[in-house]
């Protein structure tokens, strides 16, 4: 008997609620984020602010964007913006934040949110305390089938999940003027891409309760590659691996007593995945024709809801979801130093250049 599967619970692209966007840093993942925005939906992205103000100007002239600002703090006073995209490197996110919060501006973070749970709490306290929304861009969780493995997972429909693995892998070459090679720039794999197997393990199993990671550091002490095991309440284990010194391939599964969900496409990206059950197969392939980063679209869509509904969080990915997957990574770089002691929250921000905030 084929399955039915539950629609996606996606918010309109075009038609429902739509925000003024302003962008933070006009790098890699900004140019694929406005793009998508402006193909894909009725989302605009009216200003722009650098450091630097020809980067801006040349931003603005391929996007058709007005607003032109030289500095952060011009950016996020512009009466125009309603919210705030920041996509500056790791490091910088708390305090480029923290300037648009204070603006009375909602935010959206690319992920990961800051570079420790420490700094995250501190981003959703003073998001919290001016009433603003503020939401990590895990972009992943607004996918059309992630919404649908979601409602699979509420609605029981895999039993009792007993275990998910996940991988994130693309090879970087050594390079010392990278910032995934440097330290003091958030670098690392795990920061970088880590992020989206940490967080899929806390989907599909629950928030960790005790965890064992392994792995290999760079002479800098960057992490170059990872496993960690984790075990949540209830039980059920998953596996993350995670690295900039191999491909992998993305393919995630979710394990219950009743069915298994098997990820066909890269997990991060708009996906179609297989639903194993005794004596069946069934397919949920991708509806939408979408496809690679132009996935980036659905949160902004959904963010523009929430605000629409007086929202100041995310209720699928929480202001506390972000502060759990970061401590997760926390953990996870902890055990691969040398020392085995924590890393320290970033907390000022050092000056490094504006470029692409992740490799995906």
Do not use: C
């Not at 630097?52 to 100007?57: F, L, M, Q």
């Not at 964007?65 to 708390?94: C, F, T, W």
């Not at 197997?197 to 309760?209: K, L, M």
């Amino acid at each position: 008997m084929t399955m039915t599967f539950p629609a996606p619970g996606v918010h309109a692209l075009r038609g429902g609620p739509v925000l003024r966007w302003g962008v933070i840093g006009p790098g890699e993942i900004a140019n694929d984020f406005t793009t998508t925005l402006h193909a894909n939906s009725d989302q605009r992205v009216v200003a722009v602010g650098s450091r630097s103000p020809d980067r801006a100007a040349a931003f603005a002239a391929r996007h058709g964007v007005p607003g032109v600002h030289g500095s952060y703090e011009a950016l996020v006073a512009d009466p125009a913006v309603d919210v705030v995209y920041v996509a500056s490197p790791h490091p910088q996110h708390l305090g480029h934040a923290l300037l648009a919060i204070a603006a009375g501006k909602h935010v959206l973070v690319e992920k990961p949110m800051t570079t420790s749970a420490a700094d995250t709490r501190t981003l959703a306290d003073a998001a919290r305390a001016a009433g603003v929304l503020a939401m990590e861009a895990m972009w992943t969780r607004y996918l059309p089938g992630t919404t649908v493995v979601a409602r699979l997972l509420a609605d029981g429909i895999l039993g009792d999940v007993g275990l998910a693995t996940v991988d994130v892998g693309w090879p970087h070459d050594p390079d010392p003027a990278d910032r995934l090679f440097d330290p003091d720039a958030g670098g690392g794999a795990l920061l970088d891409a880590g992020v989206y197997g940490h967080w899929f393990a806390r989907f599909a199993t629950g928030a960790p309760v005790t965890s064992s990671t392994t792995g290999a550091v760079s002479d800098r002490g960057v992490d170059l590659q990872s496993v960690t095991v984790s075990t949540a309440e209830g039980g059920a284990q998953s596996v993350v691996t995670t690295s900039m010194t191999a491909w992998t391939p993305g393919l995630a599964v979710i394990a219950g007593s009743r069915a298994t969900v098997r990820y066909t496409d890269h997990f991060v990206f708009p996906s179609s995945f297989a639903v194993h059950h005794p004596g069946a197969e069934d397919h949920w392939e991708e509806p939408t024709g979408i496809r690679g980063r132009h996935g980036l679209v659905w949160q902004a869509a959904a963010l523009a809801q929430y605000v629409a509904d007086g929202r100041t969080e995310s209720p699928v990915h929480s202001l506390d979801d972000s502060i759990g997957v970061a401590a997760a990574l926390d953990a996870a770089r902890a055990a691969l130093e040398p020392s085995g002691a924590a890393l320290e929250p970033t907390g000022a921000a050092p000056s490094v250049p504006e470029q692409d905030t992740s490799t995906l």
